[in-house]
Nanobody
């Protein structure tokens, strides 16, 4: 069982930045494709960003492209999401997700991830 723990959420003004972290208990973290999703109140969970295993190819939702950066530190078993130029519409609970993969793929569908963190709240004030 892989455990994921997000941190780094909080309250920030529009235009500000936050960096989310997701630490994992995965024994071979570098073999996991990772992703970030978010869920605003009353809405469905949406894809934000994904990174493949190993050195990590990345993919972003159009709504965050150019503002958010997903990265991973395999030595630290940690996934990051650097969020810049935050907007009120970025307000949501952010979740990290993991899935073991043999290929260098990234995944944008939440159904393809096997492990999830508990989420961290990000609130952007206008």
């Amino acid at each position: 069982q892989v455990q994921l723990v997000e941190s780094g959420g909080g309250l920030v003004q529009a235009g500000g930045s936050l960096r989310l972290s997701c630490t994992t208990s995965a024994r071979s973290f570098s073999n996991y494709a990772m992703g970030w999703f978010r869920q605003a109140a009353g809405k469905k969970r949406d894809f934000v960003a994904a990174i493949s295993k190993g050195v990590g190819s990345t993919y972003y939702a159009d709504s965050v492209k150019g503002r958010f950066t997903i990265s991973r530190d395999n030595a630290k078993n940690t996934l990051y999401l650097q969020m810049n130029s935050l907007k009120p519409e970025d307000t949501a609970v952010y979740y990290c997700a993991a899935t073991y993969t043999s290929g260098s793929y990234y995944y944008t569908k939440d159904s393809l991830y096997n492990y999830w963190g508990q989420g961290t709240q990000v609130t952007v004030s206008s």
